[in-house]
């Protein structure tokens, strides 16, 4: 996943987030944006209830927005499984 982050030093790292949806292994991703405290608390909910590791969310990236943050996760599609056919 930090392949797509910006820097830490950037200037503008929301801007820098770059996603490509177009090519195939295509993966699902989730995306916080909100108060520091707000996010990480979202986060450890997440990880909680078994759904997103908490170990696999990007560190906190501040905004355009005073006191506002951006964290991201991103995982793997499941792909369908060949041998089941609808009816």
Known sequence: MSENL???NS???IDEISV???TP???NQLVLIGAPD???SVIHR???LGFAEAGHWSKLLPTRNPDEVISLSQW???RAN???RSK
């Open 25 to 27: 292994g295509r993966s």
């Open 6 to 8: 910006p820097s830490p």
């Open 20 to 22: 490509d949806l177009s």
């Open 76 to 78: 793997p599609r499941k």
């Open 82 to 84: 060949p041998e089941v």
């Open 11 to 13: 200037d503008r790292p």
């Open 38 to 40: 707000w996010v990480k």
């Open 46 to 48: 997440l990880h909680n």
